[in-house]
């Protein structure tokens, strides 16, 4: 029955297009058997134990967690002849695909298909049929970088549709699994530098079942694991070892071997071994060939530098019902370090530390064996960076010299971390990149997209203290302030500063004294302002005002520091600090009294007899000025205009006298002397019916003294006009004319300083000020820095000014620096000191007789006793005084007797009427003096001029020299008001 067999043989071929695996020999219950069977040559000759695969991409088939370890990029395209006609082929695509939460994952797309030719199994009583399988796959592959970067997990989704003649089916179906490796480690063995452990699991084939006619399939689903030993060298021996387990729905478990051998990743040669298989032979082999960047006349077709070719064979031997079979695949991709983003700092960064550190992707060479060294290169030419990373790819060698010769760049430096360094950059804009080179001189350039030279910007930083000022207070105290102190802090940097912090220092420089005047070498510094600034913009100034107190006087070093904890990253610290000297101000008082004396009077009062004859000048009628305006006293006939007028009911008679001794014989020039007289007291306001003109006389001849001054001063006295009134009249308007004599004596203000000067004054100046007057004095004796002593200031005229006034006054000081400085104003009352060191009372005498002319003068006596009383040093004395008419010497005989004569009336007056004063009075009273006419009216002052009121040259001096004075005096007060009693007589 040969028909019979063959359409057995190619119904069972059909059958089986549709199982995993083509060492299954026996109906199974699941179906889509295809799933099972791994593409491309490499694998077969590795008898499929590829779980644990890291370097091949049709490895994801066994184990989508291989995918993680996928090349950048690659394509791969295998096709396989297999027995019966039956063919399969396949392409596969894989990249590295970039998502927002990863970098290192991998994508696949592949395409797997499986074929049979058009067959005739029913001996044309049907028509010819065809059988046929397709996958299309899409697997995610993902390094776990955040746990390591040597565990990758993976997942692919399939969809499968499978056709037999007529019927179709399809489903869809999920793989997962993992792969975990080692890092590099050394053996040190002969030709096997170094080790790499890897192992894998996965499950595959999870899906609905393939339903054909409502009959459904389940789908063949597998549970994986292997390990893998790779040893070798980058440019030499590599060695593969490797085992897998696999346990597929409804068949037993089985193992496989497999191992390599390849020599500078040119040539390789692999075996495999399946302990399981049944239909075919459990032998195994394959070649490779991998073509690394040639170069050359119709190369480039194949590759190109930085890429391969890889060309894989492989063969399974022929089992008891089928014949050998054959792979071949071709594999493209990438040789050179893989891909990486300069992670940061990136355009548009400002770095605020002098200190950058550079980051990037971590990157790695797809070779087992092969290592990487990274270049970092940076400058602030653009340009530069960017030509020497593009002679890395150009020219790796000479890229390498240059480095390692030196380069005009800012920075290079070699590592294999995933970050850099740079210490020490200023501000400005600098650009870098990093620049990867495998041992085969393969360059990749950092960055993605086209953009392979970063840039960022360090900000120019610096905090500068600006200025310290000392505004020092203009003002003279006694407390510990100084003024106040101005600190200006400016960010000159591009950006804002924040939180660090500013202080001011105070330190004195020895010796210095203290407030309280003392002297000491010793003294701590002071902090006087510790703050954290919070934020300072670009191009802003804060300014700090404190008050300054310090006890410390002297000259002081103050220090502002800036970050001095350094918090910022600056390009300049030396204007962090600023130390500057600054000198306290004049410290003190100026003090006086609340009132102070600024002259004393010394007041001599005399009451003075008026004088009621006006004498003419020989045959004229004019009123001489002496009588009319005041030249030292009171004028009489201003005096009496002045009473009559207050007592308009009195009268007052005029009678003229004309002498011929003087050449006059007319009575006619008496009267008019009389009515020249009358005339001038109505001009002064006088009613003219209050006077009366009796008709003149013509006087007697007079025998004259041989003395022709004599003769001349009597004739003088004989042409006048006489003034009288009654009784009533002589107690109203003949009483003594009350004449005050004030001598005034400038008494300078004592004021004291007490002001101690850091820096020594070179000017000190008190200043009084009384409404808008003002008077300064400049102490020139007060200079240096101890200002301690008392300033005498004098009134200025006129001091009428200052008299009475409530006067300001302030000490001002300028000191070598140029600093002006005042005291608060001060007040001080200015009076004066009056003081009446001698009382007189001059009665009038008669020509040549001892009597007083009026009596009413005892009335006043006695009322300045009883003041006199009152003073524990007062004193009184009758004194007698004639005129210089006759000789001296009787005149002065004619004194002395006035003066007894006053003093013995006096005496019995006092016993009559004032019996209880007499015992006191006598105690008081010195002994009568006459003093003739060696003393006219006069009064001396203390500074020895005189004030001559009795002029012996005229008329009524004469009549004023012709007196008895009784003198109340003081002994008790100072020096400056002692007087001789009498108007300048000598005292007792």
């Not at 009062?605 to 000048?617: G, L, Q, S």
């Amino acid at each position: 029955m040969p028909g019979t067999s063959k359409r057995f043989f190619l119904l069972a071929c059909a059958g089986l297009f549709t199982l995993l695996g083509a060492n299954a020999l026996a109906q199974v219950r699941s179906g889509a058997a295809f799933l099972n069977t791994l593409p491309t040559a490499r694998l077969q000759a590795l008898a499929g134990g590829v779980t644990s695969t890291l370097d091949d991409p049709y490895a994801l088939y066994a184990n989508p967690g291989a995918a993680g370890f996928l090349r950048e990029w690659q394509w791969s395209a295998s096709y396989t002849r297999w027995i019966a006609d039956v063919y399969n082929a396949s392409l596969l695509y894989g990249r590295r695909l970039r998502l927002p939460w990863s970098s290192s994952g991998r994508v696949a797309a592949a395409l797997y298909y499986q074929g049979m030719p058009e067959f005739d199994s029913s001996d044309h009583a049907a028509p010819a049929a065809t059988a046929g399988d397709l996958v299309l796959g899409l697997t995610w592959g993902q390094r776990l970088s955040s746990i390591s970067d040597n565990v990758s997990v993976g997942a692919s989704a399939k969809y499968l549709r499978s056709s037999l003649a007529q019927y179709t089916a399809s489903t869809l179906a999920a793989d997962a699994g993992f792969v975990v490796r080692s890092d590099l480690f050394d053996l040190g063995l002969p030709l096997l530098d170094y080790g790499i452990l890897s192992a894998g699991a996965s499950i595959s084939n999870l899906g609905h079942p393939l339903t054909f006619e409502q009959q459904a399939t389940p789908l063949p689903r597998a549970l994986r694991v292997g390990a893998s030993f790779y040893a070798g060298t980058h440019d030499g021996l590599q060695l593969h070892f490797l085992a897998d387990y696999r346990k597929a729905r409804d068949l037993d478990g089985d193992f496989t071997l497999g191992a390599e051998i390849s020599w500078s990743r040119l040539f390789a040669v692999a075996l495999g071994y399946n302990f399981a298989n049944d239909l075919m032979d459990r032998v195994s082999l394959g070649a490779s060939i991998r073509l690394d960047d040639i170069s050359g006349p119709g190369t480039r077709i194949l590759s190109s530098r930085g890429d391969a070719v890889q060309f894989d064979l492989a063969s399974l031997g022929e089992g008891e019902f089928f014949s050998r079979t054959y792979r071949g695949t071709v594999t493209y991709y990438p040789l050179g370090p893989e891909s990486f983003a300069l992670s940061a700092p990136v355009r548009g960064d400002t770095v605020r530390s002098a200190k950058v550190v550079l980051r990037w992707e971590n990157t790695r060479d797809p070779d087992l064996y092969d290592q990487l060294s990274l270049w970092v290169l940076l400058d602030q030419d653009p340009d530069s960076v960017r030509e020497l990373a593009e002679l890395a790819q150009a020219d790796p060698g000479q890229f390498e010299s240059l480095l390692r010769e030196g380069t005009p760049l800012r920075f290079t430096a070699q590592t294999t971390a995933d970050t850099c360094v740079v210490p020490g950059l200023t501000s400005g804009v600098y650009y870098w990149t990093v620049v990867a080179l495998d041992l085969d001189k393969h360059a990749h350039i950092g960055g993605l997209w086209g953009r392979h030279v970063e840039e960022f910007f360090v900000p120019y930083s610096d905090i500068r203290i600006k200025n310290l000022q000392f505004k020092y207070s203009p003002w003279i105290t006694e407390d510990d302030y100084q003024g106040t102190l101005r600190l200006e802090l400016s960010n000159d940097s591009d950006l804002v500063e924040r939180n660090f912090n500013v202080s001011l220092i105070d330190s004195v420089v020895p010796p210095h004294w203290t407030l309280q005047g003392s002297r000491t070498e010793e003294s701590s510094p002071v902090v006087l302002l510790d703050s954290t600034v919070s934020a300072l913009a670009p191009g802003q100034t804060l300014v700090f005002e404190l008050p300054w107190h310090t006890r410390d006087l002297g000259e002081h070093v103050l220090t502002a520091a800036a970050d001095a904890r350094q918090v910022l990253s600056e390009d300049d610290l030396t204007n962090n600090l600023l130390q500057k000297h600054f000198f306290t101000i004049p410290k003190g008082k100026v003090s006086a009294a609340d009132t102070a004396v600024i002259f004393r009077v010394s007041q001599v009062a005399i009451d003075m007899p008026i004088i009621t004859e006006v004498c003419f000048a020989a045959n004229r009628t004019e009123v001489q000025p002496q009588y009319l305006h005041r030249s030292v006293i009171d004028p009489p006939l201003r005096v009496l205009s002045s009473r009559l007028k207050q007592f308009p009911y009195l009268k007052i008679t005029l009678q003229g006298f004309a002498d011929p001794n003087s050449g006059e014989t007319d009575t006619t020039l008496a009267n008019r002397r009389a009515e020249a007289v009358r005339d001038s007291l109505v001009a002064l306001g006088v009613e003219e019916k209050q006077i009366q003109i009796l008709p003149g006389k013509l006087l007697p001849v007079r025998l004259l003294p041989a003395n022709k001054q004599d003769a001349k001063w009597i004739l003088q006295e004989r042409r006048c006009v006489k003034i009288t009134a009654n009784h009533a009249g002589q107690m109203a308007l003949f009483q003594p004319v009350h004449h005050v004599d004030s001598e005034k004596l400038p008494t300078p203000v004592p004021f004291n300083l007490q002001i101690r000067c850091a820096a020594p004054s070179v000017r000190t100046l008190l200043v009084c000020r009384a409404g808008s007057t003002r008077d300064s004095l400049l102490a020139r004796a007060l200079t240096g820095r101890r200002l301690v002593g008392k300033i005498q200031w004098h009134v200025p005229e006129p001091d009428s000014l200052w008299l009475d006034q409530q006067a300001a006054y302030e000490v001002r000081v300028v000191d070598k620096l140029g600093r002006r400085f005042r005291s608060h104003p001060q007040h001080v009352r200015l009076t004066q000191d009056v003081f009446t060191r001698e009382y007189r009372i001059a009665f009038p005498m008669k020509f040549a007789q001892p009597n007083p002319l009026y009596g009413f003068y005892w009335t006043r006596v006695f009322e300045q006793i009883k003041k006199m009383l009152k003073q524990p040093d007062g004193r009184m004395r009758f004194a007698g005084f004639a005129c210089a008419i006759g000789p001296e010497k009787i005149n002065l005989r004619l004194s002395e007797r006035r003066a007894r004569r006053f003093h013995e009336d006096f005496l019995k007056l006092l016993d009559e009427n004032y019996p209880d004063l007499a015992t006191k009075v006598r105690e008081r009273l010195d002994p009568p003096k006459g003093y003739g006419e060696a003393v006219p009216l006069q009064v001396v002052h203390l500074d020895g001029r005189r004030v001559l009121i009795g002029d012996n040259n005229k008329p009524m001096g004469r009549k004023l020299n012709r007196r008895i004075e009784v003198i109340f005096y003081r002994t008790g007060k100072p020096s400056w008001s002692q007087a001789q009693p009498g108007g300048g007589s000598p005292q007792p």
